[in-house]
Nanobody, 122 residues
Framework: QVQLVESGGGLVQAGGSLRLSCAAS????????MGWFRQAPGKEREFVAG????????YYAGSVKGRFTISRDNAKNTVYVQMNSLKPEDTAVYYC???????????????WGQGTQVTVSS
């Protein structure tokens, strides 16, 4: 099992920036990819961005492409997401996740963090 701890959430005005961090520990060698997901009140959890540990290949949801950047520090077992030009509709609880398969399907992420709240005011 991989343990994940997110940090960096908070309140920001529209147009502002935040950087979320996710530190992984435990059986990190079993994870080939990391992802960020978010869930807004009354909505289903959705994919935001993902990255492969070995290659650094990245994937983004259309709604955040060009505004969010996911990155990883293999030495620290830490993944980041830099969120710029934030909008009120980005308000959600953001979750970090890890998985052993080479797909970005939500069901293939098997370890999840506790989530961190991001609130964007208009």
């Amino acid at each position: 099992q991989v343990q994940l701890v997110e940090s960096g959430g908070g309140l920001v005005q529209a147009g502002g920036s935040l950087r979320l961090s996710c530190a992984a520990s435990g059986r990190t060698f079993s994870s080939v990819k990391m992802g960020w997901f978010r869930q807004a009140p009354g909505k289903e959890r959705e994919f935001v961005a993902g990255i492969f540990w070995s290659t650094g290949l990245t994937y983004y949801a259309g709604s955040v492409k060009g505004r969010f950047t996911i990155s990883r520090d293999n030495a620290k077992n830490t993944v980041y997401v830099q969120m710029n030009s934030l909008k009120p509709e980005d308000t959600a609880v953001y979750y970090c996740a890890a998985g052993p398969k080479a797909t970005m399907s939500q069901t293939d992420f098997t370890s999840w963090g506790q989530g961190t709240q991001v609130t964007v005011s208009s």
